[in-house]
């Protein structure tokens, strides 16, 4: 990503975050390439360990993003072993994912890159200031119903 000088920037929260969150999507997306990944088959691997098994339908609610994306996501992560996709007993139209312990192993990695990034990206804050962050950033989406 370009460099560009602060004081051309607008001094808005949402162009920010978004500069943010665009810079270091690209930094896990080179990070976890090499697993077969992208960050939302990181994104669903990390709802599945911390929500257990849901339906495709769910998936796609928590995540905000179209169910023909949640397909295409388990689609390659069941190919990967990461995922099992399996029929709802009690419903036949539903898909329900589940994790494998491979899957578990993948998001471990993941976290890994994540934890790597993050201490890279805030080498230069203080404890105290990390710690703000974090707050604030919960704060901010547990607001908006997001997972913090």
């Not at 943010?20 to 990390?46: I, Q, Y």
Request: proline share 4%; with cysteine.
């Amino acid at each position: 990503m370009k460099n560009v000088k602060a004081e051309n920037l607008p001094e808005t929260m949402t162009f920010r975050l978004g500069l943010l969150g665009a810079f270091l999507t690209d930094r896990f997306s080179a990070r976890v390439a090499d697993l077969g990944l992208k960050p939302k088959h990181a994104g669903m691997l990390n709802v599945l360990a911390a929500n257990g098994p849901a339906s495709q339908m769910q998936m796609a609610q928590i995540l905000r993003v179209a169910p023909s994306l949640v397909v295409t996501l388990a689609d390659h992560l069941e190919s990967l072993g990461a995922i099992d996709r399996l029929r709802d007993p009690e419903d036949r139209r539903r898909q329900v994912l589940s994790l494998t312990s491979h899957g578990r192993a993948l998001l471990r990695k993941c976290l890994e890159a994540a934890h790597a990034i993050d201490a890279e990206t805030t080498a230069d804050l203080t404890a105290a200031e990390r710690a703000a962050l974090q707050r604030t950033l919960g704060a901010l989406a547990d607001r908006l119903g997001l997972p913090s």
